[in-house]
């Protein structure tokens, strides 16, 4: 099988910092194996913001994203700072198309306090932000959350939670990920086929 064209492409919305977006794109690269394009950054997601909550709605971000996605893009990846949420929960660290193109994963929640400042011996921002994007793009590529605590795919209930496991999948989310990796490659090559007729 050929390797797909394309890339996973991450998109920073508003302030991230590009020391930031080189290392979570070598983290993503590493754990699945893809090219990751880096694009310059677009605006703060304004066109999200719900006026009385004071919150962005995570599934509108998907929607522009999708809807402003490059076509060589195997998966888009937002990265913002602002509060999150959708209808059903309060307040998301991410949010993902299952088996779709887009996910989105913000640090505001993840900062762990509203002045943004870590606490001493807190793991840092950015390791929490590698994991969070690593379990987002793998709803993506079809992995649901995994029972193992230190696996990437654990459900995050909390900082905690997110603090506690690795920012790599266990052997069954991995075995996972690259047979539905396999499985989207061939449905790519198949739908790239020359038309007999």
Same mark, same amino acid.
């Given at each position: 099988?050929?390797?797909?064209?394309?890339?996973?492409?991450?998109?920073?919305?508003?302030?991230?910092?590009?020391?930031?977006?080189?290392?979570?794109?070598? =983290?993503?690269?590493?754990?699945? *194996?893809? /090219?990751?394009?880096?694009? #310059?950054?677009?605006? $703060? !997601? %304004?066109?999200?913001?719900?006026?009385?909550?004071?919150?962005?709605?995570?599934?509108?971000?998907?929607?522009?994203?999708?809807?402003?996605?490059?076509?060589?893009?195997?998966?888009?990846?937002?990265?913002?700072?602002?509060?999150?949420?959708?209808?059903?929960?309060?307040?998301?660290?991410?949010?993902?198309?299952?088996?779709?193109?887009?996910?989105?994963? =913000?640090?505001?929640?993840?900062? *762990?306090? /509203?002045?943004?400042?870590? #606490?001493?011996?807190? $793991? !840092? %921002?950015?390791?929490?932000?590698?994991?969070?994007?690593?379990?987002?793009?793998?709803?993506?590529?079809?992995?649901?959350?995994?029972?193992?605590?230190?696996?990437?795919?654990?459900?995050?209930?909390?900082?905690?939670?997110?603090?506690?496991?690795?920012?790599?999948?266990?052997?069954?989310?991995?075995?996972?990920?690259?047979?539905?990796?396999?499985?989207?490659?061939?449905?790519?090559?198949? *739908?790239?086929?020359?038309?007999?007729?």
């Amino acid at each position: 099988m050929n390797p797909p064209q394309g890339s996973i492409y991450l998109i920073p919305l508003g302030e991230v910092h590009d020391d930031s977006l080189r290392i979570l794109a070598e =983290s993503i690269e590493e754990q699945f *194996g893809l /090219p990751v394009t880096i694009t #310059p950054n677009l605006a $703060p !997601p %304004l066109y999200a913001l719900d006026p009385v909550r004071q919150q962005y709605n995570s599934n509108m971000i998907l929607k522009r994203l999708l809807d402003e996605s490059s076509p060589d893009a195997i998966k888009i990846l937002g990265i913002t700072d602002v509060d999150l949420f959708n209808p059903i929960f309060s307040f998301v660290f991410g949010e993902a198309q299952f088996k779709g193109k887009c996910a989105v994963v =913000s640090s505001y929640r993840l900062r *762990g306090n /509203p002045e943004h400042v870590l #606490p001493p011996g807190c $793991p !840092p %921002l950015l390791n929490r932000l590698e994991k969070e994007a690593i379990h987002e793009l793998g709803h993506t590529f079809g992995l649901r959350h995994c029972s193992d605590p230190d696996c990437v795919m654990k459900y995050s209930v909390g900082l905690a939670c997110a603090d506690r496991k690795f920012s790599f999948f266990c052997p069954a989310c991995r075995e996972l990920v690259l047979w539905h990796f396999q499985a989207d490659l061939a449905v790519q090559v198949e *739908g790239n086929a020359p038309q007999r007729g």
